[in-house]
T-cell receptor, first 116, second 116 residues
Framework: EADIYQTPRYLVIGTGKKITLECSQT?????MYWYQQDPGMELHLIHY???????EKGDLSSESTVSRIRTEHFPLTLESARPSHTSQYLC???????????????FGEGSWLTVV | AQKVTQAQTEISVVEKEDVTLDCVYE???????LFWYKQPPSGELVFLIR??????QNEISGRYSWNFQKSTSSFNFTITASQVVDSAVYFC?????????????FGTGTRLTIIP
């Protein structure tokens, strides 16, 4: 069972507000990820991190930003939310696999964001 | 570029029937990982299985079984004696093992409904 937690689970905010989605894992995983999923659609990687002070953009362009100051914490921030940001955001983590021997990505429960 | 195709958008079966979810993938790498995840209505992604490209053995876990065939680039998932709790969206995913640069590419998912 994965120990990865996201808050808030559900959030409705007004356009132009700044929001931060929190993600924490207690497994000591080096790698963390943020995926975006529109309802009923596939998941797209928007950010990932190899470890502390490492952040990379994913395959899907996003106006959000991330930071990785501590191993266990990988928050995602939207400086000015818009209705187009309405989506589910899923945080995930995995071990650093080095030579690629093992890699299971564990997901949190997701944060449903609605911007009105 | 890697790609995962789940041609079945939605499947409905009557409880206790067997059902197979198809997954076809494309990759240029010789080393890669395949995954299945379950997403119940609550939204979280539950890890079901990981298979590496060198292991073509089929796997069975309770009522779940997976058939990996490199010759046809397929990784199909069968649920035997389906139950209502199996109702969910199921995602197949692929990760290329580039020495730590593993990122999941998801299929579009198959929505499975088990009718009581």
């Amino acid at each position: 069972e994965a120990d990865i937690y996201q808050t808030p689970r559900y959030l409705v905010i007004g356009t132009g507000k700044k929001i931060t989605l929190e993600c924490s894992q207690t497994m000591g995983h080096d790698k963390m990820y943020w995926y975006q999923q529109d309802p009923g659609m596939e998941l797209h990687l928007i950010h990932y991190s190899y470890g502390v002070n490492s952040t990379e953009k994913g395959d899907l362009s996003s106006e959000s930003t991330v930071s990785r100051i501590r191993t266990e914490h990988f928050p995602l921030t939207l400086e000015s939310a818009r209705p187009s940001h309405t989506s589910q955001y899923l945080c995930a983590s995995s071990e650093w696999s080095g030579g690629g021997a093992r890699n299971t990505i564990y997901f949190g429960e997701g944060s449903w964001l609605t911007v009105v | 570029a890697q790609k995962v195709t789940q041609a079945q958008t939605e499947i409905s079966v009557v409880e206790k029937e067997d059902v197979t979810l198809d997954c076809v993938y494309e990759t240029r790498d010789t080393t890669y990982y395949l995954f299945w995840y379950k997403q119940p209505p609550s939204g979280e992604l539950v890890f079901l299985i990981r298979r590496n490209s060198f292991d073509e053995q089929n796997e069975i876990s309770g009522r779940y079984s997976w058939n990996f065939q490199k010759s046809t680039s397929s990784f199909n998932f069968t649920i035997t004696a389906s139950q209502v709790v199996d109702s969910a969206v199921y995602f197949c995913a692929l990760s290329e093992a580039n020495f730590g640069n593993e990122k999941l590419t998801f299929g579009t998912g198959t929505r499975l409904t088990i009718i009581p």
